[in-house]
């Protein structure tokens, strides 16, 4: 399930809690009188065979149930909340996965919350405190569903969520699977203090050896069903939770040992808006992380755009140097195959996609497979764009501020650039990538993406006038010579401060210095700023912002353009975004000023020597 898969609440508060505390009438098995015995672990079920040498080598793809599950699209749901989720709907699903995208990639098909719970979320447990598929959803059982899937060629996935279920607990009295003396009283903290991002788990205790015993007899579970994908869910701090109560960390670095020792490569995949804080936690113990809540609406559609899909421009840049072979930034569902059922125009349906290719991030989509339509599948099945999902290309990153009209890029081992234009403003307008925001001068071969088209050359930079929330992506070659600039530190004496600027430490910036407290009328102004020629420069400024802050920048007695920064992810990491000043010949004077908010921190500034 998703930052939302109990109760629904509006659409910007943690969407919905949907895990209940459904403690009274739980249907738990009652525990027998005797502990588990010695295991008798049964052969994996299912084959092994392609796995990648490096876990996560690339981004996943595939489908997910919960877009569909959470929707209030007419006739999806038709016994009530979450009532899709069935064992006929997910085999559908993957039959039309396997005939339709599986010759472009996709593989997984991810069956998320409610497997064990029927249809008035009423959970159910076998006699360890494990989860047991609902007999009416799932009638068959997990395992056979797992075989159905792999025997068309796929991979399955399984949810959970974090800590063990209130339900489960069973007054403490039921064993824990392959233990001589392990109850569930024995896993978690005496005060049952609760966790995750629904508070409907207990949360458990790994000082006490018996709560990575639970942890092991739920990975050995999956593994001998068959699964090679779990989603652990609510996991903090993230999911809108914080503090010791709801740290899970343990609860991953649990499941990352169990899961090695299954023998069965299980991808495992966490969320939601998960602690930037913790990456390195993320990064050792999971496969892939969600940096965000939910992109679903819990609405009549799939999506909306302004509910969270537009979200992911100004969330995304501070985790984009995080991704990579062994772990990825999860942006959630890619919800473009249908647009009456996604509820988005065709322009806003391409730029969900070409942020998510560039970004790297998994290319799961949620939609009703036997019903895309021929624009939707266009978009899911390029090849050049899947391509660059997939490819060794590093993901894409904002070299423009965070402002309605954005460029990310990338820059590809063979030299060339990945370059995507994006207007995110709600009426058309033109978007300029400029060559010296790449790093080059002069001509440029460009070639469309999602056209499969080559557009020639194009010198100094390329505009596009793009529709409300349209974009284009292309692949830029360059053929001109290497900018060459000069740097002006923030904290040069030549430099005007103002208000409550200061100079301040910082090791991770040029000549270790900064230039801080640019607050509320704080001030920095580069005097001395010397171009041989008048003309609008593509200025790059480098910055740390553990948020996302604005500010105006001018130059010489000109008024203030405002920019917003994206976030760098903490205070200690330097980024670069290139915005164009127009200077005149000889000496001038360009200005990054507060005004009544607060701006970055500046390291440095680097002009252009010539246009």
């Given at each position: 399930?998703?930052?939302?898969?109990?109760?629904?609440?509006?659409?910007?508060?943690?969407?919905?809690?949907?895990?209940?505390?459904?403690?009274?009438?739980?249907?738990?098995?009652?525990?027998?009188?005797?502990?588990?015995?010695?295991?008798?672990?049964?052969?994996?079920?299912?084959?092994?065979?392609?796995?990648?040498?490096?876990?996560?080598?690339?981004?996943?793809?595939?489908?997910?149930?919960?877009?569909?599950?959470?929707?209030?699209?007419?006739?999806?749901?038709?016994?009530?909340?979450?009532?899709?989720?069935?064992?006929?709907?997910?085999?559908?699903?993957?039959?039309?996965?396997?005939?339709?995208?599986?010759?472009?990639?996709?593989?997984?098909?991810?069956?998320?919350?409610?497997?064990?719970?029927?249809?008035?979320?009423?959970?159910?447990?076998?006699?360890?405190?494990?989860?047991?598929?609902?007999?009416?959803?799932?009638?068959?059982?997990?395992?056979?569903?797992?075989?159905?899937?792999?025997?068309?060629?796929?991979?399955?996935?399984?949810?959970?969520?974090?800590?063990?279920?209130?339900?489960?607990?069973?007054?403490?009295?039921?064993?824990?699977?392959?233990?001589?003396?392990?109850?569930?009283?024995?896993?978690?903290?005496d005060d049952l203090r609760t966790t995750n991002g629904w508070d409907s788990s207990y949360k458990l205790?790994?000082?006490?050896?018996?709560?990575?015993?639970?942890?092991?007899?739920?990975?050995?579970?999956?593994?001998?069903?068959?699964?090679?994908?779990?989603?652990?869910?609510?996991?903090?701090?993230?999911?809108?939770?914080?503090?010791?109560?709801?740290?899970?960390?343990?609860?991953?670095?649990?499941?990352?040992?169990?899961?090695?020792?299954?023998?069965?490569?299980?991808?495992?995949?966490?969320?939601?808006?998960?602690?930037?804080?913790?990456?390195?936690?993320?990064?050792?113990?999971?496969?892939?992380?969600?940096?965000?809540?939910?992109?679903?609406?819990?609405?009549?559609?799939?999506?909306?755009?302004?509910?969270?899909?537009?979200?992911?421009?100004?969330?995304?840049?501070?985790?984009?140097?995080?991704?990579?072979?062994?772990?990825?930034?999860?942006?959630?569902?890619?919800?473009?195959?249908?647009?009456?059922?996604?509820?988005?125009?065709?322009?806003?349906?391409?730029?969900?996609?070409?942020?998510?290719?560039?970004?790297?991030?998994?290319?799961?989509?949620?939609?009703?497979?036997?019903?895309?339509?021929?624009?939707?599948?266009?978009?899911?099945?390029?090849?050049?764009?899947?391509?660059?999902?997939?490819?060794?290309?590093?993901?894409?990153?904002?070299?423009?501020?965070?402002d309605p009209q954005q460029v990310w890029a990338s820059k590809n081992p063979d030299g060339t650039y990945?370059?995507?234009?994006?207007?995110?403003?709600?009426?058309?307008?033109?978007?300029?990538?400029?060559?010296?925001?790449?790093?080059?001068?002069?001509?440029?071969?460009?070639?469309?993406?999602?056209?499969?088209?080559?557009?020639?050359?194009?010198?100094?930079?390329?505009?596009?006038?793009?529709?409300?929330?349209?974009?284009?992506?292309?692949?830029?070659?360059?053929?001109?010579?290497?900018?060459?600039?000069?740097?002006?530190?923030?904290?040069?004496?030549?430099?005007?401060?103002?208000?409550?600027?200061?100079?301040?430490?910082?090791?991770?910036?040029?000549?270790?210095?900064?230039?801080?407290?640019?607050?509320?009328?704080?001030?920095?102004?580069?005097?001395?700023?010397?171009?041989?020629?008048?003309?609008?420069?593509?200025?790059?400024?480098?910055?740390?912002?553990?948020?996302?802050?604005?500010?105006?920048?001018?130059?010489?007695?000109?008024?203030?353009?405002?920019?917003?920064?994206?976030?760098?992810?903490?205070?200690?990491?330097?980024?670069?975004?290139?915005?164009?000043?127009?200077?005149?010949?000889?000496?001038?004077?360009?200005?990054?000023?507060?005004?009544?908010?607060?701006?970055?921190?500046?390291?440095?500034?680097?002009?252009?020597?010539?246009?």
């Amino acid at each position: 399930m998703r930052s939302s898969s109990y109760t629904v609440l509006p659409a910007r508060t943690l969407r919905a809690l949907v895990v209940l505390a459904l403690t009274a009438g739980a249907t738990t098995a009652v525990a027998p009188t005797v502990h588990a015995g010695t295991r008798t672990a049964s052969a994996t079920a299912s084959s092994t065979a392609d796995v990648p040498s490096t876990p996560a080598a690339k981004p996943y793809m595939g489908w997910s149930s919960w877009s569909m599950q959470s929707s209030k699209y007419p006739g999806l749901n038709p016994d009530g909340d979450y009532s899709y989720l069935t064992e006929a709907n997910v085999l559908k699903q993957a039959d039309a996965l396997a005939a339709k995208l599986k010759k472009y990639g996709y593989e997984y098909v991810n069956i998320d919350a409610g497997w064990w719970r029927d249809k008035t979320w009423k959970p159910e447990f076998d006699q360890y405190a494990r989860q047991k598929a609902d007999s009416v959803r799932f009638p068959h059982g997990m395992k056979t569903v797992a075989d159905l899937i792999h025997a068309k060629g796929l991979k399955a996935g399984i949810y959970l969520p974090a800590g063990l279920e209130k339900e489960a607990y069973n007054d403490g009295r039921t064993p824990i699977w392959n233990t001589d003396d392990c109850t569930t009283a024995d896993i978690v903290y005496d005060d049952l203090r609760t966790t995750n991002g629904w508070d409907s788990s207990y949360k458990l205790d790994f000082s006490r050896p018996c709560a990575q015993k639970y942890i092991d007899s739920q990975a050995q579970l999956f593994a001998d069903w068959g699964y090679d994908f779990l989603k652990l869910d609510g996991v903090g701090p993230g999911s809108g939770k914080s503090g010791e109560q709801y740290d899970n960390v343990a609860d991953v670095a649990a499941w990352h040992k169990a899961i090695a020792v299954t023998g069965r490569p299980i991808h495992l995949e966490l969320s939601w808006s998960l602690d930037i804080g913790r990456i390195a936690d993320w990064k050792k113990h999971s496969q892939g992380w969600r940096i965000d809540t939910d992109v679903e609406c819990y609405c009549n559609t799939l999506v909306s755009w302004e509910n969270s899909v537009d979200d992911r421009w100004d969330d995304l840049p501070a985790w984009t140097r995080h991704a990579g072979p062994g772990g990825w930034n999860d942006l959630d569902s890619l919800d473009v195959g249908n647009g009456e059922m996604d509820g988005l125009t065709k322009a806003e349906r391409q730029s969900y996609a070409t942020l998510w290719a560039i970004a790297k991030s998994p290319l799961y989509t949620g939609d009703d497979l036997t019903r895309l339509d021929s624009y939707g599948l266009s978009l899911l099945t390029n090849r050049e764009v899947i391509a660059l999902n997939q490819g060794s290309n590093p993901p894409a990153h904002p070299v423009t501020p965070s402002d309605p009209q954005q460029v990310w890029a990338s820059k590809n081992p063979d030299g060339t650039y990945t370059v995507a234009l994006f207007n995110l403003a709600a009426k058309p307008a033109s978007v300029t990538a400029a060559w010296a925001a790449l790093g080059f001068t002069g001509k440029a071969a460009v070639r469309d993406l999602w056209n499969h088209e080559n557009l020639g050359a194009y010198k100094d930079k390329i505009t596009q006038a793009l529709p409300a929330h349209g974009s284009r992506l292309f692949t830029v070659d360059p053929k001109g010579e290497v900018l060459t600039t000069t740097a002006y530190e923030a904290e040069r004496s030549a430099n005007t401060l103002a208000g409550n600027a200061s100079v301040a430490d910082c090791s991770a910036c040029s000549d270790d210095k900064k230039v801080g407290n640019l607050y509320q009328g704080g001030k920095l102004t580069f005097n001395d700023i010397v171009v041989a020629k008048a003309g609008t420069y593509q200025v790059k400024i480098a910055y740390i912002s553990g948020d996302a802050r604005s500010a105006q920048v001018s130059a010489n007695t000109g008024g203030g353009t405002g920019h917003k920064f994206p976030s760098t992810g903490d205070w200690g990491t330097v980024a670069t975004v290139s915005v164009p000043v127009t200077l005149k010949a000889g000496s001038n004077t360009i200005t990054i000023d507060s005004g009544t908010g607060y701006a970055p921190d500046i390291d440095r500034i680097d002009v252009p020597k010539t246009l």
